[in-house]
C-alpha cells in the first residue's frame, strides 16, 4: 500500500476543521495528522508531524494564514511544506499574498468535498491546484501593487521562446492552448515549462505567474 497523505489542518472554526478532518480521515489514501485554530500553532505543529499538507486558512488569530504560509513554504525555507490555502473570499488580496508567501493553490471554503480532496491529492503530487484562468485573474487584479516601476526586466536567463512560453502562462493558458498557439506538441510545451521552473527556482505554475507579473514580463 502507498503512504497515506499526511494533513493538517488550520482554521479558526472549529466545525470547519472537524469537518475538514472528518473528509480526510475517511479517505483511503490519507490521514488527518493534527489540526489547530491559529497560524502559530499550524507551524508549530507542522514542525513536529511534518504534514505533507497543511490545509490553511487565511484570518485566523496570533499569527495569520499568510505569514504562517511564508514560514512554512516560503524562499528559503530548508524542508518546505506544501501549502493549500482556503478562504471564504474569492480572488482577494490575502490568497494572493498567500501564493508569493509560497501556498500551493487555494480553495473557496463552499467547495464540495470532493474538489477539496482533489486539491489536496494535487498539491500533495507537486502540481499547483489554480487552473489557469483563475491563476490569470487572481495574480492579475493585484500584481500592479507590487510590479516594479522600471520598464523591461533585467536578464533572466531564458531563452526568447522559454520567456514566449512563460508569457502565455501567465496568459491563462493551459499546456494545449501553448501547444496549439505555438504549434508544438504538449510534450514540448511540458518540456519548456519544466526549464523555466528550473531556471528560475520556481516550484510551480503559479509561482511562474506570480513571477512573470512581478517582473513586468506581463502586464
Known amino acids: 500500500m502507498t503512504t497515506p497523505i499526511r494533513v493538517l489542518v488550520c482554521d479558526d472554526q472549529a466545525l470547519i476543521r472537524t469537518g475538514f478532518t472528518t473528509i ?6 490519507m490521514t488527518a495528522v493534527g489540526e489547530c485554530g491559529d497560524g502559530r500553532a499550524a507551524v508549530d505543529l507542522a514542525g513536529r508531524l511534518r504534514p505533507d499538507v497543511v490545509v490553511m486558512d487565511v484570518r485566523m488569530p496570533v499569527l495569520d494564514g499568510i505569514k504562517a504560509t511564508r514560514l512554512l513554504a516560503g524562499a528559503g525555507i530548508a524542508q518546505p511544506v506544501k501549502v493549500l490555502v482556503v478562504t471564504t473570499f474569492n480572488l482577494d488580496e490575502y490568497v494572493y499574498e498567500a ?7 487555494f480553495l473557496l471554503k463552499d467547495a464540495p468535498p470532493a474538489q477539496l480532496l482533489h486539491g489536496i491529492r494535487t498539491v500533495a503530487s507537486g502540481a499547483a491546484l489554480l487552473a489557469p484562468e483563475v491563476t490569470r485573474q487572481l495574480v492579475g487584479r493585484y500584481a500592479a501593487r507590487i510590479r516594479p516601476a522600471e520598464g523591461a526586466p533585467a536578464d533572466v536567463g531564458l531563452t526568447p521562446r522559454e520567456l514566449e512560453v512563460l508569457r502565455l502562462i501567465a496568459d491563462g493558458l493551459s499546456n494545449s492552448e501553448i501547444a496549439a498557439r505555438l504549434v508544438i506538441s504538449q510534450e514540448t510545451v511540458k518540456t519548456y515549462v519544466s526549464r523555466i521552473l528550473t531556471k528560475l527556482d520556481l516550484r510551480d505554475r503559479v509561482q511562474a505567474v506570480v513571477y512573470a507579473y512581478r517582473t513586468g514580463l506581463v502586464t
Not at 99 to 105: I, K, W, Y
Open 99 to 105: 501564493l508569493r508567501a509560497g501556498a500551493s493553490g
Open 24 to 29: 480526510i480521515d475517511a479517505q483511503p489514501d
